[in-house]
């Protein structure tokens, strides 16, 4: 979106709208800009949020499974929980093939798993996005 597009959709004029704009980043009220990729234009278009538990959570297991989830292409969000599951995990594969076949060997593969529990979205109602 342009300055003249914000400050329209504002009320503003353009210059008092970008002096606002810049002074909410120096306050670090906004903290950056996000471009939004469209996974079918990549060929990853197939979503699963899948929920996992670790058979430990000392320190050396829950960083590298961690480091190794964050290295992996197909891991799009990943968040460590409070409670259970242990972790949040949202991944793009190409469809329900490739995500077998890295569920199988990439995640179901690793050490540190003890259980994977996989959803499917059936309809996405509200996004960030």
Known sequence: MTNQELADRVG????????????????????????????????????????????????????????RLVAMDEVVELRRMFGIPDYFIRVQTAGLAAYEQWLSIKLMGDPAIARVDSRLTMKLLKSRR
């Open 12 to 67: 503003l004029t353009p210059a008092p709208c970008l002096r606002r704009v810049r002074r909410l980043e120096a306050e670090g009220v906004i903290t950056g800009y996000t471009a939004l990729v469209n996974p079918a234009a990549l060929g990853r278009d197939f979503e699963v949020i899948i929920y996992a538990d670790l058979v430990a959570k000392d320190l050396a297991t829950v960083a590298s499974f961690e480091e």
